[in-house]
């Protein structure tokens, strides 16, 4: 099988921590300060984009929001497609009980990620309200879900892989647009019609 292409970087670290720097206005701005807030980044990237939000919302407010994690794997509505789910295990540090929480996920695609994060959330507490922050909303909803903070919108088609590259996990810190090489149409012989 072929092996996806990089087809453009559309953000690169600097970028990155503009839109983080602008999310982190916002989140304060909607909440009327971070006071009230706690972040709760989506295992595996969102999990890493969270404590740099914490970081951006510190810098402009003095205050450092709680941060947790959040695994959905086993409330993923696909689950019984995979043969195993990889478990990396939940670890939120305060009630979620009469919180404002804020979602943080890395791309925001069909919506069934965030639908699992609600239901694994809601399992914890009954938080005040949940927003949501991405990173990247690429579009292709398949469930009525919207993020309140957005770092930047990318149309794409189901043939692209956007993909949010971040350390610990990455080398380095950037948005990137990845294709499926086009199949090559198979050779037709004398017998094939």
Do not use: C
């Not at 990089?6 to 921590?17: F, R």
């Not at 941060?67 to 195993?84: H, M, N, P, Q």
Request: aromatic letters at 4%; charged letters at 30%.
């Amino acid at each position: 099988m072929d092996q996806p292409v990089l087809k453009a970087q559309i953000m690169d670290e600097q970028g990155m921590s503009r839109a983080l720097t602008r999310i982190a206005h916002e989140i304060i701005e909607r909440n009327e300060g971070a006071s009230k807030i706690a972040l709760v980044g989506i295992v595996r990237r969102g999990a890493a984009i969270a404590p740099l939000l914490a970081d951006e919302i510190e810098k402009i407010e003095g205050v450092r929001p709680p941060v947790g994690t959040l695994d959905v794997s086993f409330y993923r509505d696909d689950v019984s497609r995979k043969i195993a789910p990889v478990e990396f295990g939940t670890d939120i540090p305060f009630g979620v009980d009469d919180r404002d929480i804020v979602l943080v996920d890395d791309v925001l695609y069909t919506g069934r990620t965030i639908r699992a994060a609600l239901d694994a959330l809601i399992d914890l507490g009954r938080p005040k309200t949940v927003q949501l922050a991405v990173m990247i909303d690429r579009g292709h909803r398949e469930l009525p879900i919207r993020a309140d903070y957005v770092g930047k919108n990318v149309p794409s088609s189901h043939e692209e892989d956007v993909r949010v590259t971040i350390a610990p996990y990455d080398e380095v810190n950037a948005v990137e647009i990845w294709t499926r090489p086009a199949a090559t149409p198979a050779k037709k012989n004398g017998g094939d019609r």
